[in-house]
């Protein structure tokens, strides 16, 4: 699947210089650290990066796992993935175009699945799409990390703080600055800005979906991480592996 303009409604393919300036920041990289951290990789781990972007989390797993597919729906930002993984000599990266509310995987063929600052661009039924089929791909037991933005246009004092921290900090570059407030406010009526969702309504979708194990951890500023797995198999589930054996002769 291709970046396709009605599916990518952001337009990431055009956004590829912009996001480089901003993974790089020091809150991007603490980001990081800290999913990869909770995602406590394994050598033996098949894992999937949704959202990958130009390849944060899935070019600092890599070199600790078996393979990372990097999924996103912009086919510019995975050419630039490809190009950063040749370059760091990175060979255990796939890069898949697809969204992330339709994974092109196979049931429990996975063992974590990690995403940072893409669910935001999805819907509340829209993430709740993606995370079943998150839930979908990874085995019984797999683990899940998502960071994102975790508030919501509400007026609890955390979410009237964060927003208007983030106005306050786009209105002192001037007037790019005020020309974005008026865009985002033009996206917002028009019910195409980002939708960030807060942490609780991430803890009942992760629960709602069917996770298990799950918590939410709050960074300094806007961003949340999200940690759950899907439940081990259940004893229903148990005895065909048992049969499965048996029938080996094991
Ligand atoms: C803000 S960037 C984050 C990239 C990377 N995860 C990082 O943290 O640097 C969001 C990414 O999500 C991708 N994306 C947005 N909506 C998507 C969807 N429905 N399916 C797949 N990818 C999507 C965009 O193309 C973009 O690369």
């Not at 590829?16 to 781990?45: M, S």
């Not at 089929?133 to 975790?150: K, S, Y």
């Not at 570059?173 to 960030?196: F, S």
Request: hydrophobic share 45%; aromatic share 4%.
């Amino acid at each position: 699947m291709s970046g396709d303009r009605n599916e990518d409604p952001y337009g990431w393919d055009e956004r590829v210089k912009a996001w480089e300036e901003v993974e790089a920041t020091d809150a991007f990289q603490a980001i990081r650290d800290r999913v990869c951290e909770l995602a406590e990789p394994r050598a033996g781990d098949r894992v999937v990066d949704l959202g990958a972007g130009l390849g944060l989390l899935a070019l600092e797993l890599a070199p600790r796992v078996a393979q990372v597919v990097a999924v996103d729906i912009s086919q510019r930002m995975l050419e630039q993935l490809e190009l950063r993984a040749a370059a760091e000599g990175v060979e255990n990266v796939l890069p898949l175009a697809a969204d992330l509310r339709k994974l092109p995987l196979e049931d429990s063929s996975v063992d974590l699945v990690v995403s940072s600052y893409a669910f935001h661009h999805l819907d509340d039924p829209g993430k709740e799409l993606a995370l079943a089929e998150a839930r979908r791909v990874l085995v019984p037991g797999g683990r899940l990390v998502v960071a994102d933005m975790m508030f919501s246009l509400s007026l609890e004092p955390r979410d009237r703080r964060l927003v208007l921290e983030k106005v306050v900090a786009i209105a002192r570059r001037g007037p790019a600055g005020l020309l974005r407030i008026a865009r985002n406010a033009g996206r917002l009526l028009a019910g195409r800005w980002e939708h960030p969702t807060s942490p609780e309504v991430w803890e009942r979708m992760l629960v709602d979906r069917g996770f298990d194990a799950v918590r939410v951890e709050l960074l300094a500023h806007e961003a949340g991480l999200a940690v759950a797995r899907r439940p081990a198999a259940t004893g229903a589930e148990a005895p065909a592996r048992g049969a499965r054996a048996a029938a080996s002769g094991r």
